[in-house]
């Protein structure tokens, strides 16, 4: 999977938002906020292939949390990206 190279991540106050600058105007409707975590994730995965797996082990190298926990929280992660549209390359989250 792979997230789509149009979308771009900004940090604005508190907030990381993602957006698409292709619409000329912003659809509140569809704006994306990640916490620090899924931020930093998103930053290490942009314009790269990747897979759950690499996920799990970018947190397991970066943060304090047990292999389940990680993997959990990721699927649960790549899971809404890919619900949301934010993903490309049809062959799903694993």
């Not at 149009?6 to 994306?32: C, F, Q, T």
């Not at 990747?50 to 699927?75: G, H, N, P, Q, S």
């Amino acid at each position: 999977m792979r997230i789509k190279s149009d979308l771009i991540l900004r940090h604005i106050g508190n907030e990381h938002i993602i957006i698409d600058p292709s619409k000329e105007v912003v659809d509140m409707a569809k704006v994306y906020t990640l916490n620090e975590t899924a931020a930093w994730l998103w930053k290490q995965l942009e314009n790269k292939d990747f897979t759950i797996k690499k996920m799990v082990e970018l947190l397991l190298l970066r943060y304090d949390v047990d292999r389940e926990r990680a993997t959990t929280d990721t699927r649960t992660l790549a899971e809404n990206f890919e619900n949301q549209g934010l993903l490309t390359d049809g062959h799903g989250i694993e």
